[in-house]
Nanobody
């Protein structure tokens, strides 16, 4: 069974920092692009940052200069370093990945999501 498990969410004061992690496990053959999304209460889920297998990154305007996405391909782990947090960053943070997995039928693409980790920024 393929899993993406996020960790690192916490309650932090405005101006503080957090580092989120997302570990992929299971019958994974290839991990292509990975990304962080977030969903604030009462709002739609939005893309925060993404990274290709080659390391090219993209950020939402609201987090540019404050968030850094990275990945460790040897550990199949995605990271999100967040600094200068503000209350508007409060949300559930989800990672997702475009995978090629091994099933009983052979190789298969899979767009996987984690269960989310909560980030709360107090003012």
């Amino acid at each position: 069974q393929v899993q993406l498990v996020e960790s690192g969410g916490d309650l932090v004061q405005a101006g503080g920092s957090l580092r989120l992690s997302c570990a992929a496990s299971g019958s994974i053959l290839i991990i292509n692009a990975m990304a962080w999304h977030r969903q604030a209460p009462g709002k739609q889920r939005e893309l925060v940052a993404s990274i290709t297998s080659g390391g090219s990154t993209m950020y939402a305007d609201s987090v540019k200069g404050r968030f850094t996405i990275s990945r460790d391909n040897d550990k199949d782990t995605l990271y999100l370093q967040m600094v200068s947090l503000n209350p508007e960053d409060t949300a559930i943070y989800y990672c997702n990945a475009d995978l090629v997995v091994l099933t009983e039928r052979g190789k298969s693409p899979l767009h996987a999501w984690g269960q989310g980790t909560p980030v709360t920024v107090s003012s």
